[in-house]
C-alpha cells in the first residue's frame, strides 16, 4: 500500500515576514525610502530643522572662519563687525518685519482715530499740524503713547484744544446775547460786562495752555519748533480768534452798555477803559476821544478786581 504523498504546507505569514525582516540586509531588500510618505519624519510632524553653517572655500563654518579672522583685528573693531553682524540678522529676521508691519499699522490707526476725534471736535488743522510736528523726533514706542494720550484726552473731553474750543463757543454766545440786548439797567450791565472779561481772559488762558502742551511734546527747550509753536494762530471758524477779540467789541460803545459805561472802540477786550473812564482820551484816537465826550453823562465805573487784574498781566 502506497503512503499518500504529503503536500508542502505553507509558511505562516508572521514566519515570512520575520525572515524577511531577518534577512532584508544581507540579501539588500531594502524598501525605498520616501520622506512624505513617512509620518513618523521630522518634516512630517512639523519639526523645523537647524540650518547648516555656511561653508566657505577653506571648509571651515561662516562663524569660525570669521572668528579665525577676527583674532587679527582689533577690539573696537571686532565690536563693530559683531553689531554689524546683528544688525543685518535682525534685518533678514522675518519675526523683527513682522513686529515693524503691525507698529507701522497700529501708528496708522491710532493716527486716523485722532484725526476724526479733532474733525469731530471742530479742531482747526493748523493745530493738527503742529501737533504731529511737535511729537515727529521720538521714537516708535513714545510716538504711540504721545497719541494714545491724545486719544484718551479726546475721548475724556479734557484735552487742552477741548476746552479752548469750548471757551470761544461761551464767549461767542455771549457776546451775541449783548448784541441782542436793547435795554439794560446799571446791575445786569455790569454783570454782562464782567463776564465778557472772565471769557475773555479764559480764552486767553487756554490758549497758553494749548501751546504749552505742544512746547511739552518737543521736549528740548533748544527745539527751533518752539518759536514757531509760540507764534501758532488760534484759528476759529477760519479767523484768527486773537486778532478778533481786539475789534469785536466795539459795538458796545453805541449799545446800552456804553450809556452806563466808557467803553472804547477798538483794542480793549478786558474793558479796562470802563474802570477809569477819566483815562480814556489818554493816548487815543480822536475818534474815541469824540465818543468819551459824548459820554459826560455816563459815571459808572466797572473797576476790575486785583485778581483779575494779575491774572490779565501774567
Given at each position: 500500500?502506497?503512503?499518500?504523498?504529503?503536500?508542502?504546507?505553507?509558511?505562516?505569514?508572521?514566519?515570512?515576514?520575520?525572515?524577511?525582516?531577518?534577512?532584508?540586509?544581507?540579501?539588500?531588500?531594502?524598501?525605498?525610502?520616501?520622506?512624505?510618505?513617512?509620518i513618523y519624519s521630522?518634516?512630517s510632524m512639523g519639526?523645523?530643522?537647524?540650518?547648516?553653517?555656511?561653508?566657505?572655500?577653506?571648509?571651515?563654518?561662516?562663524?569660525?572662519?570669521?572668528?579665525?579672522?577676527?583674532?587679527?583685528?582689533?577690539?573696537?573693531?571686532?565690536?563693530?563687525?559683531?553689531?554689524?553682524?546683528?544688525?543685518?540678522?535682525?534685518?533678514?529676521?522675518?519675526?523683527?518685519?513682522?513686529?515693524?508691519?503691525?507698529?507701522?499699522?497700529?501708528?496708522?490707526?491710532?493716527?486716523?482715530?485722532?484725526?476724526?476725534?479733532?474733525?469731530?471736535?471742530?479742531?482747526?488743522?493748523?493745530?493738527?499740524?503742529?501737533?504731529?510736528?511737535?511729537?515727529?523726533?521720538?521714537?516708535?514706542?513714545?510716538?504711540?503713547?504721545?497719541?494714545?494720550?491724545?486719544?484718551?484726552?479726546?475721548?475724556?473731553?479734557?484735552?487742552?484744544?477741548?476746552?479752548?474750543?469750548?471757551?470761544?463757543?461761551?464767549?461767542?454766545?455771549?457776546?451775541?446775547?449783548?448784541?441782542?440786548?436793547?435795554?439794560?439797567?446799571?446791575?445786569?450791565?455790569?454783570?454782562?460786562?464782567?463776564?465778557?472779561?472772565?471769557?475773555?481772559?479764559?480764552?486767553?488762558?487756554?490758549?497758553?495752555?494749548?501751546?504749552?502742551?505742544?512746547?511739552?511734546?518737543?521736549?528740548?527747550?533748544?527745539?527751533?519748533?518752539?518759536?514757531?509753536?509760540?507764534?501758532?494762530?488760534?484759528?476759529?471758524?477760519?479767523t484768527n480768534y486773537?486778532?478778533?477779540?481786539?475789534?469785536?467789541?466795539?459795538?458796545?460803545?453805541?449799545?446800552?452798555?456804553?450809556?452806563?459805561?466808557?467803553?472804547?472802540?477798538?483794542?480793549?477786550?478786558?474793558?479796562?477803559?470802563?474802570?477809569?473812564?477819566?483815562?480814556?482820551?489818554?493816548?487815543?484816537?480822536?475818534?474815541?476821544?469824540?465818543?468819551?465826550?459824548?459820554?459826560?453823562?455816563?459815571?459808572?465805573?466797572?473797576?476790575?478786581?486785583?485778581?483779575?487784574?494779575?491774572?490779565?498781566?501774567?
Amino acid at each position: 500500500m502506497s503512503k499518500p504523498v504529503r503536500l508542502p504546507s505553507k509558511p505562516s505569514p508572521s514566519k515570512h515576514k520575520r525572515q524577511d525582516w531577518d534577512s532584508r540586509f544581507v540579501l539588500g531588500r531594502l524598501h525605498q525610502y520616501s520622506t512624505p510618505q513617512d509620518i513618523y519624519s521630522p518634516k512630517s510632524m512639523g519639526v523645523k530643522s537647524r540650518p547648516r553653517p555656511l561653508q566657505r572655500a577653506g571648509g571651515f563654518p561662516a562663524r569660525r572662519a570669521e572668528n579665525a579672522s577676527n583674532k587679527n583685528l582689533g577690539t573696537k573693531q571686532r565690536q563693530s563687525q559683531c553689531f554689524s553682524a546683528r544688525g543685518q540678522q535682525r534685518a533678514a529676521n522675518p519675526k523683527a518685519e513682522s513686529d515693524n508691519l503691525i507698529t507701522q499699522r497700529t501708528v496708522n490707526m491710532l493716527r486716523k482715530e485722532v484725526v476724526y476725534l479733532w474733525s469731530a471736535n471742530g479742531v482747526a488743522s493748523e493745530y493738527q499740524k503742529a501737533y504731529f510736528e511737535s511729537i515727529s523726533h521720538l521714537q516708535m514706542a513714545p510716538y504711540i503713547q504721545a497719541l494714545a494720550v491724545e486719544i484718551d484726552k479726546l475721548y475724556n473731553r479734557n484735552s487742552p484744544v477741548q476746552g479752548l474750543n469750548k471757551v470761544i463757543k461761551k464767549r461767542e454766545a455771549h457776546i451775541e446775547k449783548l448784541r441782542n440786548a436793547q435795554e439794560v439797567d446799571e446791575a445786569e450791565a455790569r454783570e454782562d460786562l464782567n463776564r465778557l472779561r472772565d471769557l475773555t481772559l479764559a480764552v486767553g488762558e487756554s490758549a497758553t495752555n494749548m501751546r504749552k502742551q505742544l512746547v511739552n511734546n518737543c521736549g528740548s527747550s533748544k527745539d527751533q519748533r518752539i518759536k514757531k509753536i509760540k507764534r501758532l494762530p488760534i484759528m476759529y471758524e477760519g479767523t484768527n480768534y486773537l486778532i478778533k477779540m481786539m475789534s469785536d467789541t466795539e459795538f458796545l460803545s453805541e449799545s446800552g452798555y456804553g450809556k452806563i459805561f466808557a467803553i472804547r472802540r477798538l483794542n480793549d477786550p478786558f474793558l479796562l477803559a470802563a474802570a477809569n473812564p477819566q483815562a480814556v482820551t489818554k493816548g487815543t484816537s480822536k475818534r474815541t476821544q469824540i465818543t468819551v465826550l459824548k459820554q459826560k453823562e455816563s459815571t459808572a465805573e466797572l473797576p476790575v478786581s486785583s485778581q483779575l487784574l494779575k491774572r490779565i498781566k501774567a
